[in-house]
């Protein structure tokens, strides 16, 4: 990547920022961040002084601003988003202008910009959405789908997603509200202990977005294989870690939108993917709207498989859950700092 310019939406978020970070170790020639806090984005640029980082205003419901920061871009890595599912409950049509209608203004935007990669954040909330969030996010997959169908595999701009379950320590999660509520002595709010959810490191997530990049083809959709843990178990986990394992435990019931288990992939998807180890590619549905009159075959694909969720997915206990938390750098900052302040 050291002769391209990567252009990242959203780039003073969670992803956008660990995947500057990565771009930056491999010597990318030209990172462009884009986003519209500039509180954060000047933040970024004092604590980074990198002559390779160039930061764009601008907001992806906003077209020409978009436009701007895509001129002469080689790949997008496409992040930003509405992502707060209780927000996104009380106000469904931001959720609808950012993750669908901005959406849609970068994908267009980078092919009038001929950029060779486009890729497209997705989340496990959006397989089979029952909250505003995920329902957004499904549409979002289906513009991507749409527009790499209707350029076709030969087009100049590949246009592909990756869907993430939950990423461990992004702003937002709850991993870092448990430890701020133990350092603040307050009890740790759970909705339902019984809860599962996959856990992705960030730089599991990076790595999703370089598969991606280096692998797509039209329309095609990544999902990376990921562990999954109880919330109950997550909690405990994290107790025992800062050495509390009594911390008290409140249960405050399910918010707006929540799922019991989160589903990376359904049966019907799984009957149109390929196993590439880590990592499963979802080819797009390639038909156009000319059916025949009437079908005289089916497809029994779908029959040999169950969607892929966080209930049937490698469930990690206590023990298993603290190592995987022990990897993370944030984990051990907090730790330290517990541990210096005690």
């Known amino acids: 990547m050291k002769n391209e310019c990567v252009l990242i939406t959203g780039g003073t978020g969670s992803f956008g920022k660990t995947m500057l970070q990565d771009l930056l170790q491999r010597g990318c020639g030209e990172i462009r961040v884009f986003s519209r ?13 990198s002559g390779n980082v160039r930061f764009y205003i601008g907001d992806i419901r906003d077209r020409e601003s978009v436009d701007r920061a895509m001129a002469g871009a080689d790949r997008v890595f ?6 707060q599912v209780p927000s996104c409950e009380f106000f469904p ?26 890729v497209c954040l997705s989340t496990d909330k959006a397989v089979m959405p029952i909250n505003a969030m995920g329902i957004s996010k499904a549409m979002m997959e289906k513009i991507a789908a749409a527009r790499a169908r209707a350029i076709g595999p030969d087009a100049a701009t590949t246009v592909s997603l990756v869907r993430y379950g939950n990423v461990m320590y992004s702003r937002g999660s709850v991993i870092p509200l448990f430890i ?16 599962t959810r996959f856990l992705m490191p960030l730089r599991d997530s990076v790595a999703l977005v370089h ?64 196993d590439m180890g880590d990592y499963y590619r979802i080819r797009m549905d390639g038909r ?13 694909e779908t029959a040999r498989h169950e969607d892929y969720h966080s209930h049937n997915t ?29």
């Open 37 to 49: 806090d500039e509180e954060k984005q000047d933040a970024l640029r004092n604590s980074l002084r």
């Open 78 to 83: 496409h992040a930003a988003a509405l992502e």
């Open 93 to 118: 049509l931001e959720a609808v202008r950012t993750n669908i209608l901005g959406s849609h203004n970068v994908i267009q935007s980078a092919m009038a910009a001929g950029v060779r990669s486009v």
């Open 180 to 195: 701020n509520q133990i350092k603040a002595s307050l009890p740790i709010t759970v909705t339902e202990p019984a809860m």
């Open 211 to 274: 598969h991606a990049f280096t692998h797509a083809r039209q329309g095609d959709l990544f999902i990376r294989k990921a562990a999954a843990a109880t919330i109950a178990d997550l909690v405990q986990a994290i107790a025992d870690l800062f050495g509390v394992p009594d911390h008290p435990v409140e249960r405050i019931g399910w918010r707006h939108g929540e799922k019991l288990y989160e589903t990376l992939a359904t049966a019907q998807e799984l009957g149109q993917s390929e």
């Open 288 to 300: 156009d709207l000319n059916y025949q009159a009437y079908f005289t075959e089916g497809e029994d």
């Open 314 to 342: 490698e469930r990690l206990d206590v023990d298993r859950v603290k190592a995987l938390l022990l990897t993370l750098p944030e984990i051990q900052a907090e730790l330290d700092a517990w541990t210096a302040e005690r």
